[in-house]
């Protein structure tokens, strides 16, 4: 079984993969693909560059991943631009990473990925897990955990497609709005009833 697991910008998407991780799931893990896909040397980092500028790439020649943060939260053609570049190199090693555990031998495993609705990635797994929060829980938590202005936050947002929009696409959803201890409850009931199917 190929478990989808998403949400949107701090809904509590890491947390819920890191007691997934803890209950010895393997986990792919579509942000640090990211990081890996325009590490030092890489084509797509290249690309990057000769599209959007000498400016976002720091002194040590890897990417300034705050300047571009900045660039395309704050304009849908520059994310677009970016998503052309950067998701077909982050679909690739996510696919790789997954041949590779089902060929260890791994029955089920977790794809962690923020974007999974937006870039229509549902036919990828077999159920989608949609991890959920009220819109200022959401706004709250992403200022602190980022230390992002208002501003920041909402236009960070505003970049994907609204919580209640993924509910509706979701197998099952946790309420992530409570203690941690709720959530892990949430999602070791669903994990009984997915694996007795
Ligand atoms: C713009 C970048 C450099 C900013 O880096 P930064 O370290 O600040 O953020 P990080 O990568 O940790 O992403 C944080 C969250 O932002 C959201 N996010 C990232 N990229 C996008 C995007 N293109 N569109 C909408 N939301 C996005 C996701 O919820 C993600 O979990 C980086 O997010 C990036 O390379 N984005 C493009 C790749 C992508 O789409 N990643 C999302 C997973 S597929
Ligand atoms: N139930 C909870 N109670 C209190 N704080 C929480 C809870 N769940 C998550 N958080 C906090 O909210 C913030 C966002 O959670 P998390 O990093 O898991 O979200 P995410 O969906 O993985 O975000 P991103 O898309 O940016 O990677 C973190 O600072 C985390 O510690």
Same mark, same amino acid.
């Given at each position: ?11 509590? /998407?890491?947390? !819920?993969? #890191?007691?997934?991780?803890? &209950? ?6 579509? @942000? *640090? !693909? ?5 590490? =030092? ?10 599209? $959007? ?16 943060? @900045?660039?395309? $939260? ?5 994310? +677009? ?16 990473? =997954?041949?590779? &555990?089902?060929?260890?031998?791994? +029955? ?7 974007? &999974? $609705?937006?870039? +229509? &990635?549902?036919?990828?797994? #077999? ?18 955990? #980022? %230390? $992002? ?21 979701? @197998?099952? *959803?946790?309420? #992530? %709005? ?9 999602? +070791? /009931?669903?994990?009984?009833?997915? /694996?007795?199917?």
């Amino acid at each position: 079984m190929i478990i989808g697991l998403t949400g949107s910008i701090a809904s509590g /998407k890491s947390t !819920v993969s #890191n007691m997934l991780k803890n &209950l010895g799931y393997p986990i792919i893990d579509a @942000d *640090v !693909v990211a990081r890996i896909v325009v590490e =030092k040397g890489t084509k797509t980092l290249e690309t990057i560059k000769e599209v $959007f500028g000498e400016e976002i790439i720091s002194e040590d020649g890897s990417l300034n991943r705050e300047k571009l943060g @900045d660039i395309i $939260f704050n304009s849908p053609h520059k994310r +677009k631009q970016l998503n052309d570049i950067i998701h077909p190199a982050i679909r690739e090693e996510m696919l790789r990473q =997954k041949e590779e &555990l089902l060929t260890e031998g791994h +029955k089920t495993i977790v794809m962690d990925i923020p974007l &999974l $609705f937006e870039s +229509k &990635l549902q036919s990828y797994v #077999n159920k989608i897990l949609v991890v959920t929060v009220t819109e200022e829980t959401q706004l709250a938590r992403l200022m602190a955990r #980022n %230390n $992002f202005t208002l501003d920041e936050a909402k236009a960070r947002i505003q970049s994907q497609l609204p919580l209640s929009i993924k509910e509706q696409g979701a @197998d099952a *959803v946790i309420y #992530n %709005n409570g203690t941690i201890q709720s959530t892990e409850e949430q999602l +070791k /009931k669903i994990l009984a009833i997915w /694996k007795s199917e």
